[in-house]
């Protein structure tokens, strides 16, 4: 079996917390596995008699022919007792269903859906490596048994009719939550100044025992505790699209506040990778990174995780302008757009385009001189989609961005009512299937021309530069009749722009930083108060601690008794952490434990002064 955290079965991560870090202590946090499932087998135990023969149940066979082809409800996860009869023939019964006996069929009934009638069983000959019908079938070794979903095969000598045979069908089950693998935890409710231990485990898992292994608990201390009053935390400010037109994000997040620099960075592209740039000092610090899933599995430097994205390749949005005039509908071919009408050409008869998609825009128009030719193709013609000749299209193609009229090409259906060699897609059935084929090559251009009149549009269709392919019916009106285009419509594909070297994304960082003027020395607390005996942060009974928190990142603390002694003084200095919290052990200057009363503490700081009192209980 391969260890935790390989390739093969690595399964998720569990996330944990303790207050002692000793073992037994440790708390569960959350857990996130891989989306998988255990896969369907078959438990086959011989029951009663004896046989000096194997089953085995043919995994391989099952997933890759009888449930990849019937379905797999096919696999019915029941239980069944089997037995070979005095003749050499079959007995089976299904008790999941109560025991009812599952008879051979005098005809062979290949599949078999949990619910009908009993199935009937076929054998299958391996030496033949055929199925034949099972009426009668005995029998034989090297024969294979169907039946629930399951292919047996059996080896050895007949088994008497006293050996029996137990068959457990085990159904696809999730393993675990399937919650899908996550890489940050947030943890909340903590209390500063407490010490917990965290730890983040791997687990495997497997069929076979044992079923999962994960690897130890040992755990990392992390104390919380409150910034220096003043102290804005680090952050990312919104991010600016500086160049290109992409339709891609980047999402930076802080992931380590103290390493977070306060630079500029930007985030440019290559063909297929992206580099992340520190602007301040030109260092390029993420370099060829190829994830632009904007998933988790992102790296982490100058304590910011940069999640990029880029759109796939696909249609972004679709519109008709105005809406209200509106008149085709798709006819649902699976396609992704428009109802399933509309989608790339690659993804219908073909295409010699796969990335790269325009805006492009159809102006409709009444005026034939504001209509433009396309290419007609002719199906269930001779050839079936040869080219027959110019057509019209009730208005003209653009691709929008370079201002460039672009060819078109629809087909006519052999014997239609609409075969006139016109683009108009009626109200009736399948809209005599008159295929709209947008095309990225210029209008009137004399290569494409020779090349869209040689071709045939379904067999030599990868070498036809289609963007779009559409297969629409026009909408009726309240009167049943067809609706139809309105002078000045126009149809608007926007396609996805993933990133391109032309796109840079740029945001700014603010360090953690001390700003005199939200600082707030009234903020400051002594923690807890009163101190009562103990608290829940105190390692042992002879250690004591109490605590000043929100404090300046540099001060001095002083404690007075009512009396105004001195009882100790403290210099904190937090300007590398930028922390606000110092432990006071409830000593005094000369390392004596102090009594119970009420003392003064005065904060001395750059920005200020504050007095406060709290209570000691012992």
């Known amino acids: 079996m391969r260890v935790t955290g390989s390739e093969q079965d690595f399964e998720g991560y569990r996330v944990w917390r303790s207050l002692t870090g000793q073992a ?46 019937g379905g797999t409800e096919l696999f019915t996860g029941h239980e069944y007792l089997l037995r070979v009869n005095s003749d050499s023939t079959f007995s089976i019964s299904d008790v999941t269903l109560g025991g009812i006996a599952l008879p051979l069929a005098t005809e062979a009934d290949y599949w078999y859906y949990d619910g009908d009638t009993p199935p009937s069983f076929e054998v299958f000959d391996s030496d033949m490596n055929s199925m034949v019908d099972s009426t009668g079938a005995k029998y034989f070794d090297g024969c294979y048994l169907y039946f629930g979903g399951m292919i047996l095969s059996f080896s050895g000598p007949v088994p008497s009719e006293d050996v029996i045979f137990r068959i457990v069908g085990n159904l696809e089950k999730p393993e675990g939550k399937n919650s899908g693998l996550k890489y940050t935890y947030v943890d909340s409710n903590l209390t500063n100044g407490v010490t917990y231990y965290y730890d983040v485990t791997a687990y495997d898992f497997q069929i076979t025992s044992p079923h999962s292994l994960e690897n130890g608990i040992e755990g990392i201390a992390v104390t919380p505790m409150s910034l220096a009053t003043g102290v804005l935390e680090a952050a990312v400010f919104d991010v600016r699209h500086t160049s290109g037109h992409s339709n891609g994000k ?112 159809l102006r409709f128009s009444t005026d034939p001189s504001k209509q433009q030719d396309a ?40 014997g239609s009512s609409t075969q006139d060699m016109v683009w108009n897609p009626p109200n009736v059935s399948l809209g005599e299937r008159e295929y709209l084929f947008i095309l990225n090559s210029d209008y009137g251009d004399a290569t494409w021309d020779a090349n869209y009149k040689s071709w045939n549009l379904y067999d030599d269709a990868d070498n036809f530069d289609v963007l ?86 540099k001060c001095t603390i002083r404690i007075y008794t009512l009396a105004g002694d001195l009882v100790q003084s403290i210099e904190h200095d937090g300007t590398q952490s930028h922390s606000g919290t110092e432990d006071w052990d409830l000593l005094n200057k000369d390392k004596q434990k102090v009594t119970s009363g009420i003392y003064i503490f005065h904060v001395e700081s750059a920005v200020g002064e504050k007095v406060g009192k709290f209570a000691i209980v012992r």
Not at 28 to 45: E, G, H
Not at 481 to 499: C, H, L, R, S
Not at 527 to 533: A, D, G, R, S, T
Request: with cysteine.
């Open 24 to 69: 037994g202590d440790w708390e569960l946090l959350a857990q996130y596995d891989k989306t998988s499932f255990t896969p369907r087998s078959a438990d086959i135990t011989q029951v009663a008699g004896e046989w000096t023969g194997t089953v085995n149940y043919e995994a391989s066979t099952v997933e890759g022919y009888i449930l990849a082809y």
């Open 250 to 361: 980047v999402i930076p997040v802080v992931a380590d506040p103290d390493a977070v620099t306060g630079h500029t960075y930007q985030v440019t592209f290559t063909d297929s990778t992206w580099n992340l740039v520190d602007k301040n000092t030109g260092a390029v610090v993420l370099a060829d990174q190829t994830n632009q899933s904007g998933d988790e599995e992102y790296l982490v430097v100058d304590g910011l995780c940069v999640k990029v994205f880029s759109p796939p390749v696909g249609v972004n949005e679709i519109t008709y302008t105005p809406s209200d005039n509106m008149w085709f509908s798709g006819i649902n071919w699976g396609g992704s757009y428009l109802g399933g009408g509309m989608d790339l050409g690659c993804n219908f008869f073909g295409s010699s385009i796969n990335t790269g998609y325009i805006k492009v825009e």
């Open 375 to 414: 290419y007609v193709y002719l199906r269930r013609g001779t050839p079936s989609y040869g080219f027959v000749g110019m057509g019209k299209v009730p208005f003209t193609a653009w691709d929008v961005e370079n201002n460039r009229q672009i060819n078109v090409a629809f087909v006519e259906n052999n």
């Open 468 to 553: 779009y392919a559409m297969w629409v019916i026009a909408d009726s009106d309240p009167s049943g009749n067809a609706k139809t285009y309105q002078d000045g419509d126009v149809f608007t594909i926007t396609p996805n722009y993933p990133n391109t070297p032309q796109d840079v994304f740029e945001f700014d960082t603010r360090a953690r930083v001390f700003t005199e003027s939200v600082a707030n020395l009234d903020a400051i607390r002594v923690v807890p108060n009163p101190y009562l005996v103990r608290n829940r942060w105190e390692p042992s009974a002879d250690y004591s601690k109490l605590q000043f928190t929100h404090l300046p990142e």
